[in-house]
């Protein structure tokens, strides 16, 4: 402070003088000052005690600092419900404050991720140096990479400024399976493929689908049937994409073989962020049997003619008889019988034709009987009582109402003892759609026309 003078005028016996602190927004601790009184005039004199010659002017702290504390980068998860920020006022925290605060978007958004604020309140009462502000995340469904969003300070009054951190930015953590969740599709948990095609299982991205995903395979058992010599490999889901085909060449080697199975097992997420799912993790693949498995049969060449004496001495009874050879190449598999049959030289040969008691399976009321006389062919005997009385022929060896159209023969030898069809074929109402019916007087055919309910003559 600059040197100042007053004055006591004639019999005056106090005088006052005035010092204004000097405002400014500046955050000060308490501060003293000592005034002294240095010189008088006028033939007065000072008093000999020094103590009262001085006084103390004593500022107090003032304009507190207010600002944020530590950490600065908050990570919160999007069903925290809300995230809790410390804001702090230095000093002695004397009086009321008030703060205002406000959110700015980044790549969270007001509304959206969080509850925005443009000019939001808080108050430091007296001698409160501590106080929250609460800002409310919005927990959706909806898969989302880590976002962020800023709160910064704006003002405050009382006898406060700010000082220091003014700003902390939210970083609402990446949510709702992001990168997605990886399993085989429902619908494609089980596939029957031929050799020489491609078998495609559809794997299905649940959740999120940021990220390129790698996902790793396995086919058990290993075998060369399946890729050749590959029997593992990865899947890659495009960045966006929520499906990814993996395709499987089953090779077509030319050897007989059986119906095989293998499964095909998801391993593990090699790249991306994803996870695996916790069920549909293994596939079925089935392949047919092939390349003629059970065999085909002919007649060489050394038997297609066999000569044999008609006349023969009661001495030599194998001179009569004709050993014809009949060869099965290709597929070794399995048991196979074969119908044969002798006709008149020059006799025209049957068209294609399907042995039905052959390649049919017998239900349980069905049992083997004497054949024809004079020959060893097969011969079943029905009883005509229940669903069991039957045998039932495969669904790829039956001829269709197309074919029947055409014209079909049907050739067999019947003991009738109980009316009934010869052969038939039912709807799942369990309705004739057409058959062959025998009685002891009359063959009749029996057929349910298109849109009809009850089977014709």
């Known amino acids: ?129 501590t106080v929250p502000i609460v800002i409310s995340i919005t927990n959706d469904s909806i898969p989302e990479r880590t976002e962020s969003f800023t709160v910064i300070l704006l003002s405050v009054s009382g006898d406060a400024v700010l000082n220091g951190q003014t700003t902390v930015m939210v970083n609402i953590l990446a949510n709702d399976d992001t990168n997605g969740i990886i399993q085989f599709s429902p619908s494609s948990l089980s596939e029957i493929v031929f050799e020489g095609n491609i078998a495609s299982f559809m794997l299905e991205r649940l959740g999120g689908t940021f990220n390129a995903v790698n996902v790793s395979w396995l086919i058990h058992p290993p075998t060369g049937d399946v890729l050749g010599p590959a029997t593992s490999g990865t899947v890659l889901f495009q960045d966006g994409s929520d499906t990814a085909l993996l395709n499987l060449s089953v090779v077509a080697d030319n050897l007989p073989e059986l119906q095989e199975s293998f499964t095909v097992t998801l391993l593990a997420v090699l790249s991306g962020g994803a996870q695996l799912s916790t069920t549909n993790l293994v596939a079925a693949l089935t392949v047919p049997a092939n390349d003629d498995t059970n065999g085909i049969i002919s007649i060489p060449d050394t038997s297609s ?111 009738l003892r109980t009316p009934g069809y010869i052969l038939s074929k039912l709807n799942s109402a369990g309705q004739v759609v057409f058959g062959l019916r025998v009685t002891a007087q009359d063959l009749t055919f029996v057929y349910l026309p298109s849109g009809a309910t009850v089977s014709q003559n």
Do not use: H, K
Request: hydrophobic share 40%.
């Open 1 to 129: 402070f600059p040197l100042v003078m007053f004055q006591f005028a004639d019999q005056q016996t106090t005088a006052t003088f005035s010092i204004a602190s000097q405002q400014d927004q500046i955050t000060e601790l308490a501060e003293s000052f000592t005034i002294s009184l240095t010189a008088a005039e006028g033939g007065a004199r000072f008093s000999a005690d020094p103590v009262d010659l001085s006084s103390t002017l004593l500022v107090q702290a003032n304009d507190d600092n207010v600002f944020f504390l530590p950490p600065y980068s908050i990570d919160v998860s999007e069903d925290s419900d809300d995230v809790s920020i410390s804001v702090r006022r230095g000093n002695q925290a004397n009086g009321i404050a008030v703060l205002s605060y406000a959110t700015v978007n980044g790549t969270a958004f007001a509304g959206q991720d969080f509850s925005g604020v443009s000019r939001g309140q808080v108050t430091f009462q007296d001698g409160v140096q």
């Open 305 to 415: 003619s066999v000569f044999v004496d008609e006349d023969r001495p009661s001495s030599l009874p194998s001179a009569g008889l004709a050993t014809i050879s009949v060869e099965r190449q290709r597929g070794l598999f399995g048991t196979v019988r074969v119908a044969w049959e002798v006709a008149p030289f020059g006799t025209p040969l049957l068209r294609s034709f399907v042995g039905f008691l052959l390649a049919g399976t017998a239900r349980s009321s069905v049992t083997m009987t004497t054949p024809r006389p004079g020959t060893a062919g097969l011969a079943l005997s029905f009883t005509g009582v229940g669903s069991d009385s039957l045998v039932e022929v495969p669904q790829e060896l039956q001829f269709s109402s197309q074919t029947l159209q055409a014209g079909v023969s049907v050739v067999c030898w019947i003991r």
